[in-house]
């Protein structure tokens, strides 16, 4: 049974989280951008140089994807249904990124973020389920977690292992914004270009 939707104190209200899905497909426009700049040879005159000014705002775009799938989870009256759609569009979006990555149709050592925030909603639907049935779900959750975590990084989903821990940090941390905007730098560490991109999530 899903807990009722919680709501993080306003006092860390800026922005809307309608507000925020303009800026992140944007960012991933740019982030896109910048890695089809960016070749051996580059395909254009100073590529490298763009890649970089494009990737450094395309990196924004995986938080706030990650912010908004744990927004749409807390608010969703019905979780199968939002999962059915987010599995849906990772089935749209998968010939497009096996183009875009590898020039194949079928790409099997690749697979698209939807696919890795699928997961990731599949392991958050699990625990809370948890939470509101035994005392000692940490362990179980804890389970449920790593199991997320080897599952996207066998099969190659985009962000691996950490599309699977940013969006669980949200979760966890939901009613205490500083908190899960310090645990999600601290998870991508490997990227600090995004961690910008987290203050609007102690912002909302």
Partial sequence: ???????????????????????APIAMLLDHMGKALLTDPPRIPGGFVLSTVFEIPGRFAFPLFCFLLIEGYFHTHDFKRYLRRLLIFALISEIPFNLFTSAAWCEPNAQNILFTLSLALIAIGSVDALRSRISWWPLPAAGIVLAGCLTASFAAADYGSYGILVPFAFYLFHDLPPVDTLTGNAILFKEPWSFPAFRPDHLI
């Fill in 1 to 23: 049974m899903q807990r009722p939707p919680s709501t993080p104190s306003k006092k860390y209200r800026l922005f809307s989280g309608t507000a925020l899905k303009h800026p």
